[in-house]
């Protein structure tokens, strides 16, 4: 393989709601403005009290809700990842 995949990943307390997590998934596909996002993975506490577990892949995402965890994870893997874009995308740091 010509490309070398990078992650990114963050621990945070931010919540979420259902439809913030769908709309940023949504964005990553924009190649020229994330990278080539070839997955994204994670939980966060929800802003209902709740928490959103998801998983996505290009053309694909999955949210659903699951039990508590203690802080909220994400995680990207890609190529050319913009680590400053997906931080302003999920509005962390």
Known sequence: ADEVFTSWGIETPKKFSEAEIRDILAKLSDEAKY????RAKG?????DGEWIYFDYVPGEADVRRGGAAVTGRLCVIGSKINEQAIKE?????
Not at 35 to 38: R, V
Not at 43 to 47: I, M, P
Not at 89 to 93: K, M, Q
């Open 35 to 38: 990278g080539t996002i070839l």
């Open 43 to 47: 939980f966060v506490d929800a802003t």
């Open 89 to 93: 995308l999920f509005n962390i740091g």
